[in-house]
């Protein structure tokens, strides 16, 4: 069965400092995999997506992703954080049957 | 450009009543639509997804049902309402055939 797994529930990171969440997932076949961005109070964003090809996607608002089949992983960076990241980060995978699997999510709080 | 709409923003409903949460899609057709529901620390859980009019798949048996009565209109009900049916509520949609979804603003229940 697929599944999402997000080792860290919370992660803090000083302001211009960079960021990686990490997500490991679980599944047979090539995955589609996916980053959302959730503020408070607010319904998720997609930031970047990963189908096949590149193994590095760029995505929304300076993040990027990493596609590393041997380590099934897909870890969220970006070089500098800004206050306005503030969020929880969701990693997803996607299967055939057009639905989705979400891991935990990871809170990010940032430091002046 | 697509849209999707959530209503109400907030709802707080006593025990044993019942409840209509709402979503409509705008600028697309036949989507692939899914209700979740966001318990805290809990994640994203898929509660009912539909590919077409009249067409409800239930993935976790509970108080919930859902309906399609229109291509882009989603509502998911409940006759009477537990405690334990509170959380952050949300609506999304994807194209036909298209794995990433799209999510609504989302609906905040408080049953009490």
């Known amino acids: 069965a697929q599944s999402v797994t997000q080792p860290d529930i919370h992660i803090t990171v000083s302001e211009g400092a960079s960021l990686e969440l990490r997500c490991n997932y679980s599944?047979?076949?090539?995955?589609?995999l996916f980053w959302y961005v959730q503020s408070p109070g607010q319904g998720l964003q997609l930031l970047l997506k990963?189908?096949?090809?590149?193994?590095l996607v760029q995505g929304i608002k300076g993040f990027e992703a990493e596609f590393k089949r041997s380590q099934s992983s897909f870890n969220l960076r970006k070089p500098s954080v800004h206050w306005s990241d503030a969020a929880e980060y969701f990693c997803?995978?996607?299967?055939?049957?057009?639905?989705?699997?979400f891991g935990k999510g990871t809170r990010l709080h940032i430091l002046p | 450009s697509q849209t999707i709409h959530q209503w109400p923003a907030t709802l707080v409903q006593p025990v044993g009543s019942p409840l209509s949460l709402e979503c409509t899609v705008e600028?697309?057709?036949?989507?692939?639509l899914y209700w979740y529901r966001q318990a805290a620390g809990r994640g994203l859980q898929l509660l009912f997804y539909?590919?077409?009019?009249?067409?409800i798949s239930s993935e976790v048996p509970q108080n919930l049902s859902a309906s399609r009565p229109q291509d882009r209109q989603f509502i998911l009900s409940s006759k009477k309402l537990l405690l334990s049916d509170s959380g952050f509520y949300l609506c999304?949609?994807?194209?036909?055939?298209?794995?990433?979804?799209?999510f609504g603003p989302g609906t905040r229940l408080t049953v009490t």
């Open positions: 999304a949609w994807s194209g036909p055939g298209v794995a990433e979804q799209y």
């Open positions: 599944y047979g076949a090539t995955p589609y």
């Open positions: 990963y189908f096949s090809g590149d193994t």
């Open positions: 997803a995978v996607g299967a055939r049957d057009d639905k989705i699997i």
């Open positions: 600028g697309t057709s036949n989507p692939n």
């Open positions: 539909s590919v077409g009019i009249g067409q």
